[in-house]
Structures are given as C-alpha cells and as structure tokens.
C-alpha cells in the first residue's frame, strides 16, 4: 500500500463520524490503550466542539486511519482543546502570541493496514497543510507517548511538558509542540514529510450537504472575526 493509493476525507455525516469513531476504539482497544466501550464507539465531548473535525484515509472503499483536530482560537470562541486542559500551565504560556493553535490527537490505523502504517499515518499528516489553507495557522501541539517523541522531533516539536496521565487511556503523554510557520518549508521540502503534502482532502469528493457544512464551518476562516456556526455531533441519521 503506497500513498497514491489511499485517500483523504474530512468526515462530517452521522456516518463518516460513526466509522471513524468505531477505528479509533478498534485500534486504541486493541493497544490496550482504553477498556472497551459498549457501544463499540470512541469519542468525547471534544469531538463536539465547534473547532473540531475528525479526517479519514481510505484505501478503495475501505477506511485505513483517523484523525482529529481540535482548533484553539479564541478570538472567535474557539477556547475548549484536550491540551488547554490536561496541559494549562504549559499550553497557556506556548499559546502566548500565537493566536491559532491546532491540537491533533486520536491517530488510529486499521488493525487491517497495519503492514501500511507508515503511508497511512503520511496521509493523515497531511490534513495539516490543508487545515493551514483555511486558518491562520502559528502553531501545532500534540499530546505524545514516550516512544513516539523521537518521531516528532523530526517533524519539528518539542517537548514543553512533563508526562501526564489521560483519564480516559492507560497510559501517560508529554504535550510537544511546533511553530508551523518555521517548519512549513522545511516540512515541503523534506524527503519524507514533503509526502504528507501529496495527500489532502478533495473537497470535491464530499456530498453537496457535507460540503455546506465544511464550508459553513471552515469556508471564510481567513477572514477576520468570521461568523462561525457550530454543528454539534449527531447519529440520528
């Protein structure tokens, strides 16, 4: 599985969440990251946020991985991120000067693309260059396990915290974080990241509903002090 294989969706529908959901608890169940949940479902109030969106790979029709963004911009009421509160202290003095900040966590690849893990983690990296197209962007956190710091060093964080458990998973994070706007060029000229530019989200490829909706959300976050409309989750369709 190479990465022109795969294909990249922002997942907006009952449907699209509900996939995605059901991944990341097959995929953080299986690690023993958290205990099983009845509904076969993970998620939490952050999904929710109106600066929150959840992006998906394919391979064909089948969904490979998945990943959430949680937008920290407060100039519009976008204030409520894991890492503002699992992290104040460290969040809140990083956060200082850069006014939109993008916190990506829940990564989950399929059990069944587990020999594909590295083109399918590229692909869901490159949701940030396209969320960087709609938002003003300064800067990036993530919460990361002990092992996986190596890994983001080379995209260009650091870490600005000491280990904290998550109530929700077994185990404990480091938050990281990177100026975007110092590493983007660095990051497109990479011989490796520079793939993670290659595969965006085709807006195109939505339905008419989901693209009103992206563009409801997303579609004039350039501009100062747009007016945003907050869609909540819901699985009644």
């Given at each position: ?22 991944l990341r608890h097959q995929s953080y169940l ?159 000229t990479h011989r490796v990241f520079s793939q ?31 007016a945003v409309s907050s869609d909540s989750i819901?699985?009644?369709?």
């Amino acid at each position: 599985m190479t990465l022109p294989q795969l294909t990249s969706q922002v997942c907006l529908t009952p449907r699209t969440l509900r996939d995605a959901f059901r991944l990341r608890h097959q995929s953080y169940l299986g690690k023993d990251y958290i205990e099983a949940h009845p509904e076969g479902l993970f998620f939490d109030e952050f999904d929710a946020m109106p600066g929150s969106v959840t992006f998906a790979v394919f391979a064909g029709a089948e969904i490979a991985g998945s990943i959430r963004a949680c937008i920290h911009w407060p100039a519009i009421g976008w204030d409520e991120i894991p890492a503002a509160r699992k992290y104040p202290e460290e969040f809140g003095a990083w956060a200082v000067n850069r006014p939109v900040i993008i916190e990506y966590s829940r990564l989950a690849v399929s059990p069944h693309f587990t020999a594909a893990a590295w083109s399918v983690e590229l692909a869901l990296f490159g949701t940030l260059p396209f969320l960087a197209s709609h938002v003003p962007l300064a800067g990036c956190v993530c919460a990361v396990r002990a092992h996986h710091v190596p890994f983001y060093r080379r995209l260009g964080y650091e870490r600005i915290s000491g280990f904290v458990k998550d109530p929700r998973l077994n185990f404990e994070s480091t938050l990281m974080a990177m100026d975007w706007l110092e590493q983007e060029e660095r990051l497109r000229t990479h011989r490796v990241f520079s793939q993670c530019f290659a595969v965006q989200p085709e807006l195109e490829a939505l339905d008419p509903h989901s693209r009103l909706m992206f563009s409801r959300r997303f579609g004039h976050l350039k501009a100062a002090n747009p007016a945003v409309s907050s869609d909540s989750i819901s699985f009644s369709k």
